[in-house]
């Protein structure tokens, strides 16, 4: 049995081999591992990963008590672990790719600029015509599903709408969600401040296990689209009339109209509300120059 002094020696020992680096090394790694036990956690996923791990220990146990035929089967089964891995977490994967591209760092990989000035001008009427629409569809309790895509294209949802191209005004709103028009179960989805495509199916959030149980299929839906793209989802309760704004897996709720607008543009404008009014005092300063000149 080795000695207090055989053990103190070999830490230190251990310990002047290693060096910055690796503990760099060591504190990337086991952030990694805890970006991934954050996925997993209450998902399917985190089924999988208790599954692989029994095989692992199997393996370790027929390894131990030498059973040849387990060993040879849970050996072969762990060689091919990675591809299967890959295969059974690809929604997970998908997801952690997606969020990456969402990021700063990820957007300025693939030069995304900042939106136009026509881009802009549309956007600011498609507001004006949200807020005015969830207004009055709050007041009636009529339930609505709008979704304003950003960075991340929404085309697999979009295909399984009716294509719109539609300029937003609260009329066109209004009659979309009207309770028996084709198109009002289901979300609008808007690109560039206008309406392109109505009726479209949302995603499912990632776990149910997390969401309030009083919401319903909207703000479920709201969730579900949020967590799987960088887009600013708005809800009207059919129940309620709450309206709610559903980001980055996020639901915050009574929403009034000034607190929309004023979000809406500091989503879609990537700007805080005091560079909003700062914005609009140099384009009315400058416009009445012109005028005086």
Known sequence: MPSFQDIKYAFFSLMSTIHLKDIIDLA??????YLLLKLIRETRAGQLVKGILLLVAGYALSSLLEFTVMKYILGHALDIGLIAMLIIFQPELRRVLEQFGQTKIGINLIGIGTLSNDV????????????????????SCTGALIVIERKTK???QIETGTIMNAAPSKEVF?????????????????????????ACFLPRPNSDLSIDKALGSRHRAAIGMSENSDAVVIVVSEETGQISIAMNGVLTRDYTRIRLKSTLEKEIFNESPEDGENSKKGLSSMFGRRKKK
């Open 28 to 33: 990337v790694l086991a952030y990694i591992i």
């Open 120 to 139: 802009k001008q549309k956007w600011n009427i498609a507001i004006e015509a949200i807020c005015d629409s969830c207004v009055e569809l709050s007041a």
């Open 154 to 156: 929404l085309g697999e």
């Open 174 to 198: 209004g009659n979309i969600f009207y309770p028996k028009t084709p198109l009002h179960d289901g979300a609008v989805i808007m690109r560039d401040g206008i309406i392109l495509a109505a």
